[in-house]
């Protein structure tokens, strides 16, 4: 029988009205969705790895990993097994329930699919949930890789199709859609959301969650990134977006896909303890753990456990139980050598 909370025909007048709320009135109504549908004290951890950095041939305006721009990012080949191996054991002693990897392609030949699959089997064996984000896939090398065990593929549409040429051009939006449809048909859960800060206008984030909650099946997992801002990308001189805007987004996700983990992800280190806490209360309920991104800080872990003691506010096992923050074996050092998030993802 179909949830009625679930809702796959919203129209652009229907979100625009939410999102225009009061704000009170906004996190009120995402609060009382998110409590149908989730504990409100708790959230789901990931992790995310870059087994493979640098040389992407894609234009993404936004990522420090384009061949295109000159960033300080080093083109480094796929990383051996054991280092992926070592990192997630270390990710999952740290409390994580997912750990996930990325690799700079725009394609996924054989070989590197080859590559990939062993992956996902060693790390499934750890007992942990896992997901990757390796560019556009083919219906086949979907097929493959769930039939190693992969629980999620990460595919980001990035913003509206509408201001999406305005981002990218050496693929289409269409190209994305292929590939969540892909991954669908495959049995594999979708993690696809976007990027705020790209200078799309409100009307073009509406429409960007239009379009996730317009799935046939709603993405599993909803990443909404901050901009990490670049020197040598085109978005390195973007605006911050504005912290009521983006907390309203979170909001839009949560009412428009009441089912989905909404996560907190790349620009976390732009955001105050405050801003976080808002977030969790518009419906927030996933984020990345790791002190980097790349070339730019992500919140410590040590901060992370610290204001998710003060909320009183419990980690997700894979069993879906929870764990008090002081009960993780969450060190004050960082996750050594761990890339988290090769892109906003």
Same mark, same amino acid.
């Given at each position: 029988? *179909?949830?009625?909370?679930? *809702?796959?025909?919203?129209?652009?007048?229907?979100?625009?009205?939410?999102?225009?709320?009061?704000?009170?009135?906004? @996190?009120?109504?995402?609060?009382?969705?998110?409590?149908? #549908?989730?504990?409100?004290?708790?959230?789901?951890? %990931?992790?995310?790895?870059?087994?493979?950095?640098?040389?992407?041939?894609?234009?993404?305006?936004?990522?420090?990993?384009?061949?295109?721009?000159?960033?300080?990012?080093?083109?480094?080949?796929?990383?051996p097994?054991?280092?992926?191996?070592?990192?997630?054991?270390?990710?999952?002693k740290?409390?994580?329930?997912?750990?996930?990897?990325?690799?700079?392609w725009?394609?996924?030949?054989?070989?590197?699919? &080859?590559?990939? *699959?062993?992956?996902?089997?060693?790390?499934?064996?750890?007992? @942990?949930?896992?997901?990757?984000?390796?560019?556009?896939?083919?219906?086949?090398?979907?097929? &493959?890789?769930?039939?190693?065990g992969?629980?999620?593929?990460? #595919?980001?549409?990035?913003?509206?199709?509408?201001?999406?040429?305005?981002?990218?051009?050496?693929?289409?939006?269409?190209?994305?859609?292929?590939?969540?449809? #892909?991954?669908?048909?495959?049995?594999?859960?979708?993690?696809?959301?976007?990027?705020?800060?790209?200078?799309?206008?409100?009307?073009?984030?509406?429409?960007?969650?239009?379009?996730?909650?317009?799935?046939?099946?709603?993405?599993?997992?909803?990443?909404?990134?901050? @901009?990490?801002?670049?020197?040598?990308?085109?978005?390195?001189?973007?605006?911050?977006?504005? &912290?009521?805007?983006?907390?309203?987004v979170?909001?839009l996700?949560?009412?428009?896909?009441?089912?989905?983990?909404?996560?907190?992800?790349?620009?976390?280190?732009?955001?105050?303890?405050?801003?976080?806490?808002?977030?969790?209360?518009?419906?927030?309920?996933?984020?990345?753990?790791?002190?980097?991104?790349?070339?730019?800080?992500?919140?410590?872990?040590? #901060?992370?456990?610290d204001?998710?003691?003060?909320?009183?506010?419990?980690?997700?096992?894979?069993?879906?139980?929870?764990?008090?923050?002081e009960?993780?074996?969450?060190?004050? %050092?960082? @996750?050594?050598?761990?890339?988290?998030?090769?892109?906003?993802?």
């Open positions: 029988m *179909k949830n009625k909370d679930i *809702k796959n025909n919203w129209t652009i007048d229907a979100l625009q009205e939410i999102y225009d709320l009061p704000f009170n009135d906004l @996190l009120w109504k995402a609060q009382e969705i998110h409590r149908k #549908h989730h504990d409100a004290n708790k959230i789901q951890i %990931s992790t995310l790895m870059s087994i493979k950095t640098g040389g992407c041939p894609e234009d993404c305006k936004y990522c420090s990993q384009s061949i295109r721009y000159d960033t300080d990012i080093n083109l480094e080949k796929t990383l097994l054991v280092d992926i191996i070592n990192q997630a054991q270390q990710a999952k740290n409390g994580a329930s997912r750990f996930c990897m990325g690799a700079a725009r394609n996924l030949t054989q070989r590197n699919l &080859e590559k990939v *699959k062993e992956m996902v089997r060693e790390v499934k064996a750890l007992g @942990l949930e896992t997901c990757v984000t390796l560019g556009m896939l083919t219906d086949s090398q979907a097929k &493959e890789l769930k039939n190693v992969l629980d999620y593929y990460n #595919h980001n549409l990035d913003t509206s199709e509408e201001y999406y040429k305005e981002v990218v051009t050496t693929r289409t939006y269409q190209d994305r859609l292929d590939t969540l449809q #892909h991954v669908r048909d495959a049995g594999v859960k979708v993690c696809s959301g976007g990027i705020l800060g790209l200078g799309e206008e409100n009307i073009d984030r509406i429409k960007l969650i239009q379009v996730l909650a317009n799935l046939e099946t709603q993405p599993e997992s909803v990443p909404i990134n901050r @901009l990490v801002r670049v020197e040598g990308t085109p978005y390195y001189e973007n605006n911050d977006v504005d &912290e009521f805007d983006f907390i309203r979170i909001a996700a949560r009412i428009a896909m009441p089912k989905s983990y909404v996560r907190l992800s790349a620009g976390r280190d732009t955001m105050n303890d405050h801003m976080q806490s808002l977030c969790f209360l518009a419906g927030a309920n996933s984020i990345f753990y790791g002190e980097e991104l790349l070339t730019t800080k992500n919140s410590t872990i040590k #901060h992370d456990q204001l998710l003691r003060k909320l009183k506010i419990k980690t997700m096992s894979l069993d879906n139980s929870s764990n008090d923050s009960d993780i074996n969450i060190k004050e %050092s960082k @996750l050594e050598n761990i890339n988290i998030a090769i892109k906003n993802i």
